[in-house]
């Protein structure tokens, strides 16, 4: 795994997070104005617009391209998945790796409509982070070299990333860092994940109230928060929505679990995110206060409540269809077509 090249693991990520680069102005500017001349009313394709003059921004140019989506799923195991918080035995996990490696998951499917290329990253599967509710997660070191393992996510050059991630017991994880990050009471943020209920979730609210009480004099530092109480692929995809804002590459979250990375880098700085759209609102309950909370709005809101990155990769639709009416379409001189 990359090494941090100076100073604290962490003094490194707060550095990347205070260089990282906006949005190109007149590109922006120049897709919008495209978006005024093209061959229909001003406003008529509605929030496919605004994805296109983003898009524009981040790459640079007035007529943007995804010719190369790539869906990254990062998979790991969890000691606090051993407390009976998921339905599914933590195996799953490993089987599901496997299964994206044979093609046949949900999230392959739907690469293959839209031309994404999927990237499995396995994250030490068969030794799982510690429970969070005794133990941190990771080291300092380790999640700063998680995070820099993450960064190999770009490492195919896409032009657009899309996040998932595999993990049983990860939805519990994603609770605890927004209940460490956002306060309020663990019901709040804890909901079924892959479908659990009864005492499997009573046990999974009193689970994440007693990490988040362990971590509690430290619930002001979100990289703190990160590696206390989040896991391995939480912390590689936060790396890798770091990553891909240096690069300038757009990047779609996909559900809850994702959404828990993104929002660690939220609270280190509100701009953190600019470059990133939500793929879509996942069924899990908290995910769309989460979303509110974080400026984003989703593409689709479908009732999905899977994971794997499957949101997000079928988002890339909307996103490729935005992109191609804006770079095909005719102006209204081109056309001929007579103007309001
Ligand atoms: C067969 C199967 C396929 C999945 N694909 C994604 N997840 C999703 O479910 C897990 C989180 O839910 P929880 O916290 O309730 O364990 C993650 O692995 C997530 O990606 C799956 C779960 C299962 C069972
Ligand atoms: O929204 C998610 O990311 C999610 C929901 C249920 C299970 N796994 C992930």
């Not at 001003?42 to 640079?60: C, K, M, N, Y």
């Not at 519990?172 to 009471?185: D, P, R």
């Not at 019901?187 to 362990?214: D, H, M, Q, Y």
């Not at 690069?247 to 990375?261: E, K, S």
Request: some cysteine.
């Amino acid at each position: 795994m990359p090494r941090a090249v100076s100073g604290l693991p962490f003094d490194d990520i707060r550095n990347l997070v205070a260089t990282m680069p906006g949005p190109d102005g007149a590109a922006r500017a120049a897709a919008a104005a495209r978006q005024g001349e093209l061959v229909k009313p001003p406003g008529a394709l509605g929030r496919l617009e605004a994805i296109a003059i983003d898009i524009a921004g981040w790459q640079g140019r007035a007529i943007p391209v995804v010719n190369r989506p790539t869906v990254a799923v990062f998979a790991a195991t969890h000691g606090v998945a051993s407390r009976g918080v998921s339905p599914y035995p933590p195996e799953v996990t490993k089987q599901m790796v496997a299964t994206f490696t044979a093609g046949k998951a949900a999230v392959n499917q739907i690469c293959g409509v839209f031309g994404a290329g999927l990237r499995v990253f396995d994250l030490a599967l068969d030794l799982p982070s510690p429970d969070i509710v005794v133990e941190d997660a990771l080291t300092e070191a380790e999640c700063a070299a998680t995070m820099a393992f993450g960064m190999e996510a770009l490492a195919g050059e896409p032009d657009l990333l899309c996040l998932g991630e595999m993990g049983i017991g990860n939805t519990t994880v994603a609770a605890a860092i927004f209940h460490g990050l956002y306060g309020g009471e663990a019901e709040e943020w804890v909901g079924p994940g892959t479908g659990s209920t009864g005492e499997t979730l009573a046990r999974k609210v009193e689970t994440v109230r007693a990490a988040v009480a362990r971590a509690r004099d430290h619930l002001d530092d979100p990289l703190e928060v990160l590696r206390k109480l989040g896991g391995r692929e939480v912390a590689a995809m936060a790396g890798a929505i770091l990553a891909a804002r240096m690069q300038r590459v757009p990047v779609v979250l996909d559900g809850y679990v994702v959404t828990a990375a993104a929002a660690v880098l939220r609270a280190m700085d509100e701009h953190a995110l600019d470059h990133c759209f939500a793929g879509h609102v996942s069924a899990e309950p908290a995910h769309r206060r989460v979303l509110e909370r974080l400026g984003l709005e989703p593409l689709l809101d479908l009732g999905m409540r899977l994971g794997e990155g499957s949101g997000a990769a079928l988002s890339i639709g909307v996103i490729k269809s935005a992109l191609a009416c804006h770079s095909g379409m005719a102006t209204f001189a081109e056309a001929g077509v007579a103007d309001a």
